[in-house]
């Protein structure tokens, strides 16, 4: 089953897709730099070039069962050439990939990363960032300046320019220190919105770093599934 809008669902017709990809881009590159796991459901957060010249962020999700792939959902964009926090959109910059963070469970860092999304995105608090957040807050998003007062003034701004802005949350991935959110993110009820998956790092208590990829979504689609 498929959720990538440029995409049938069955596996005659992924291996059709995926025949003609290569074919279009013999010289793709596609890198894996992380990977997030929970139960049947795996991430895989990706710098993919497709042609030189071209740079994009991809986010795949897939859902396996009995051994098999089952779903798949992903969330790509275009990486630009320049950033207002001098981080590319795949770098760690927190502790050393790997570092653990004092013990903390991956069920601890869920709770506290999903508690700073809700009281943001839902309740409007920005001042959650103070309390789950440290400071710098690293960020991966090349529109976002470091630290948490930039991350507070963006989202204070957001809601004042877009009073009914929305997000929808559709699933929640933890692994370690890394806890991803894909959600259905809306400006307006008319807006068919764009498709977002966040990735926030926890360490110590407080979440440290945060990469996202944003696709807005398309008016048609190969399936009838959403992109979520």
Same mark, same amino acid.
């Given at each position: 089953?498929?959720?990538?809008?440029?995409?049938?669902?069955?596996?005659?017709?992924?291996?059709?897709?995926? /025949?003609?990809?290569?074919?279009?881009?013999?010289? @793709?590159?596609?890198?894996?730099?992380?990977?997030?796991?929970?139960?049947? @459901?795996? @991430?895989?957060?990706?710098?993919?070039?497709?042609? #030189?010249?071209?740079?994009?962020?991809?986010v795949?999700?897939?859902?396996?069962?009995?051994?098999?792939?089952?779903?798949?959902?992903?969330?790509?964009?275009?990486?630009p050439?320049?950033?207002?926090?001098?981080?590319?959109?795949?770098?760690?910059?927190?502790a050393?990939?790997?570092?653990?963070?004092?013990?903390?469970?991956?069920?601890?860092?869920?709770?506290?990363?999903?508690?700073?999304?809700?009281?943001?995105?839902?309740?409007?608090?920005? /001042?959650?960032?103070?309390?789950?957040?440290?400071?710098?807050?690293?960020?991966?998003?090349?529109?976002? #300046?470091?630290?948490?007062?930039?991350?507070?003034?963006?989202?204070?701004?957001?809601?004042?320019?877009?009073?009914?802005?929305?997000v929808?949350?559709?699933?929640?991935?933890?692994?370690?220190?890394?806890?991803?959110?894909?959600?259905?993110?809306?400006?307006?009820?008319?807006?068919?919105?764009?498709?977002?998956?966040?990735?926030?790092?926890?360490?110590?208590?407080?979440?440290?770093?945060?990469?996202?990829?944003?696709?807005?979504?398309?008016?048609?689609?190969?399936?009838?599934? /959403?992109?979520?």
């Amino acid at each position: 089953m498929q959720h990538n809008p440029h995409a049938p669902n069955g596996t005659e017709a992924l291996r059709i897709f995926v /025949t003609g990809f290569r074919g279009r881009y013999p010289n @793709l590159q596609y890198d894996v730099v992380r990977v997030i796991a929970e139960d049947d @459901l795996v @991430l895989l957060h990706s710098h993919a070039v497709l042609k #030189p010249g071209t740079r994009q962020m991809v986010v795949d999700i897939f859902r396996v069962r009995d051994g098999k792939i089952v779903e798949h959902w992903d969330v790509m964009q275009d990486v630009p050439g320049e950033s207002v926090n001098g981080n590319t959109m795949f770098s760690t910059v927190s502790a050393p990939a790997g570092q653990s963070a004092k013990g903390a469970s991956t069920a601890e860092n869920k709770r506290i990363a999903l508690t700073l999304f809700n009281e943001v995105t839902a309740d409007r608090d920005v /001042t959650a960032y103070d309390r789950y957040a440290a400071d710098p807050l690293h960020q991966h998003n090349p529109q976002s #300046p470091n630290g948490v007062a930039a991350a507070k003034e963006q989202f204070t701004q957001a809601f004042a320019a877009h009073p009914e802005l929305s997000v929808s949350l559709k699933r929640v991935i933890a692994d370690g220190e890394y806890v991803a959110f894909h959600h259905h993110f809306l400006l307006s009820p008319a807006d068919r919105g764009s498709a977002v998956v966040d990735i926030f790092r926890v360490q110590d208590g407080k979440v440290v770093e945060h990469w996202d990829v944003i696709q807005p979504v398309p008016e048609e689609s190969g399936n009838d599934n /959403t992109m979520f």
